[in-house]
Each structure stands twice: as structure tokens, then as C-alpha cells.
């Protein structure tokens, strides 16, 4: 399973972006897909996660509201829809695949497979 992350860049706060993780090697109806975020001198944080079902975990507090994920099952792809973007909000974004569909989708360590991250920098 490889994953590819994309969409990243530089925005003003309140702004937009997407970003989509498009996998290969195995359908993502079949894989909890997970996005994380890291952020300088941080661990990386779990931000929300999408089932192998299509059922959406909650998403981290600081993102609630202005944060959506979804997927689309013939491009093998998942998004992150970033909207009202603030500083706090600039990290490196990571997406995740879980091959065997583990219940504690909120875990990192339930996460098999990495895409390489997309930065994403929010100036005030």
C-alpha cells in the first residue's frame, strides 16, 4: 500500500485548502484511513479518521467545525477540506492507512502505512 499526500502550501489565516491522499495497492472501502498533523518541536496528532465503512470518527477539538474528510471510492482517494485556517493550524499533514481495520482508529499505532506529508503554513 503506498500512499501520496498532496495539496499542501501557504495560506492567510482564514483562508482555505484541500488535501487529498490518493492510495494505491489496495481499495480504501477496504482500509481506515486516517489524517495526523505535526507540527514543529511536536509529536504528531491524530486530526480525524475515516472508516473502511465510511463512518467518520470525531475530529480533534481545535479543528471541529472547520475541518471536514471525506473520500471518493473510484479515485482511491481521501480529502481534508481546511476552511478558516488559522497559525495554529501550520503543520506537516500526514495521511495513514490501517490495513486491518483496527478499532482504535484514534491511535496512531493502529496506522500501517504513511504517505510522505504536505505542509501546510498558515500566516496571520
Known amino acids: 500500500v503506498q500512499l501520496q499526500a498532496s495539496g499542501g502550501g501557504l495560506v492567510q489565516a482564514g483562508g482555505s485548502l484541500r488535501l487529498s491522499c490518493t492510495v494505491s495497492g489496495r481499495p480504501i472501502n477496504n482500509l481506515n484511513m486516517g489524517w495526523f498533523r505535526q507540527a514543529p518541536g511536536k509529536e504528531r496528532e491524530f486530526v480525524v479518521a475515516?472508516?473502511?465503512?465510511?463512518?467518520?470518527?470525531a475530529y480533534t477539538d481545535s479543528v471541529k467545525g472547520r475541518f471536514t474528510v471525506s473520500r471518493e471510492n473510484a479515485k482511491n482517494t481521501i480529502y481534508l477540506q481546511m476552511n478558516s485556517l488559522k497559525p495554529e493550524d501550520t503543520a506537516a499533514y500526514y495521511c495513514a492507512a490501517d490495513g486491518r481495520r483496527s478499532v482504535a482508529v484514534c491511535d496512531i499505532r493502529s496506522y500501517d502505512y504513511w504517505g510522505q506529508g504536505t505542509q501546510v503554513t498558515v500566516s496571520s
Open positions: 475515516i472508516r473502511w465503512s465510511g463512518s467518520i470518527t
